[in-house]
């Protein structure tokens, strides 16, 4: 079948991608989405750890591979060796971008610095994912997600004031890291395409994390707060929170604006709550937060879920099940804007997963195909863009190189 769809805003860019696991991955896949053309080096003989992560493995398989491998083309090469590195610089000489989260100095060691590489490649952008940077006295410590996490200050907010630090339940930091390459990436291009420059993105795991967090820093700053662990509210925001439902579930209810709250006591048939002293504005209810999150608790212990939704959703009042997978799958808001696609994959079939996001207009992202096999482009790319013969191709297979 011949792909009619419109190509994506990121068509014209080739982005050799050489990281592993989430943070440089989760950065090649989001510009894949969008068009780029993503070629993946890999090991060839593991290939990135994330083709076997997951609690389980169907048919032997990992299903977190055909979401983070999407729409790029696998290339088998051996860094470690002086022919897999010559073999990268022939690929980064016509490439628009290189993506990295190795340990800073891994590339240097392989020859393939920033500065050797734009010696070749003038234009070339190179995007440098790492826990805490390029620079600085930790530049060289090993840094997962939830070391930024912590030392970001998300770890320390996140969970219930009476247990340890929890965390967010998927790999948060590593995604903010990609997301801030991206970024990164997007505006090094703007720049290049008035000055024909490239440049290097540092893309440090905790700072991605930091830019996030609000004003913690600055209210500490002026005040000597230190924010804390609060559970499932934020403190001084209320009613903002989840609560029981009659059938054992959850509804979270944002009601803390003026107008919402009082359309909130109209629903729960208690008028007296919206001219109660202790409720009758932002800061009295952020005051007496804990005893009004008990009275609304009481109400809607009383309630199924499925009508608490519905009497709240006609009065104006945000709130919301506590979604999972299933319930994805099932609502009428995700099947409307296509957030969840099917795509076909050799092994597992039809498989679905989230669409690329956000929506573009003109130029929409868009699921190509899920993670490749292992080295499934190795000659065709290494043919188109490395000007490798069959022959030459033999002999690297032979030496091991791919």
């Known amino acids: 079948m011949t792909d009619t769809a419109a190509p994506g805003p990121l068509s014209d860019l080739v982005v050799i991608e050489m ?65 897999g590195q010559a073999l990268a610089r022939e690929l980064i000489a016509g490439a628009d971008v290189v993506i990295e989260n190795f340990r800073p100095g891994a590339m240097e060691k392989w020859g393939l610095s920033y500065e050797a590489l734009s010696q070749i490649n003038p234009r070339l952008i190179m995007a440098r994912v790492s826990g805490f940077g390029q620079t600085g006295p930790y530049s060289q410590r090993a840094g997962y997600g939830l070391i930024g996490e912590a030392m970001g ?25 990609a997301m801030h390459a991206v970024m990164g990436i997007t505006m090094a291009l703007h720049h290049r395409a008035r000055t024909g420059k490239g440049q290097v993105i540092d893309a440090a795991l905790y700072e991605s994390v930091l830019a996030v967090m609000e004003n913690l820093v600055t209210e500490y700053d002026l005040t000597g707060y230190v924010r804390e662990r609060s559970g499932s509210i934020l403190p001084g925001i209320a009613p903002s929170n989840a609560y029981p439902c009659r059938n054992g579930e959850m509804i979270l209810i944002g009601g803390n604006g003026d107008n919402v709250y009082a359309r909130l006591t109209e629903a729960m048939g208690r008028p007296d709550l919206k001219t109660d002293p202790k409720f009758v504005d932002h800061a009295s209810r952020g005051a007496n937060q804990t005893e009004l999150d008990g009275v609304i608790a009481a109400w809607t212990a009383t309630q199924d879920l499925d009508d608490l939704l519905a009497l709240l959703e006609a009065k104006g009042v945000p709130c919301s099940r506590v979604y999972r997978a299933p319930d994805m799958l099932e609502d009428p808001q995700f099947a409307a804007r296509e957030a969840i696609v099917t795509v076909d994959h050799e092994v597992f079939g039809p498989i679905r997963m989230q669409n690329a996001f956000p929506k573009l207009s003109e130029t929409p992202g868009r699921v190509r195909w899920p993670g490749p096999p292992l080295g499934a482009h190795t000659d065709e790319v290494l043919a188109a863009r490395a000007g490798c013969t069959p022959q030459r191709l033999a002999e690297l297979r032979a030496a091991g190189v791919i």
């Open 19 to 83: 990281g592993t696991l989430i943070a440089g991955p989760f950065c090649g896949q989001i510009l894949g989405d969008f068009g780029a053309e993503v070629i993946k080096i890999e090991d060839p003989k593991t290939g990135d750890p994330m083709r076997q992560w997951g609690r389980s493995l169907p048919k032997g398989l990992s299903p977190w591979w055909p979401v983070i491998g999407r729409n790029k083309k696998s290339v088998g090469i051996d860094l470690r060796k002086p022919e």
């Open 153 to 177: 200050g998300l770890r320390h907010v996140t969970g219930e004031p009476d247990r340890p630090p929890a965390r967010a339940g998927i790999s948060i930091g590593d995604s903010l890291a």
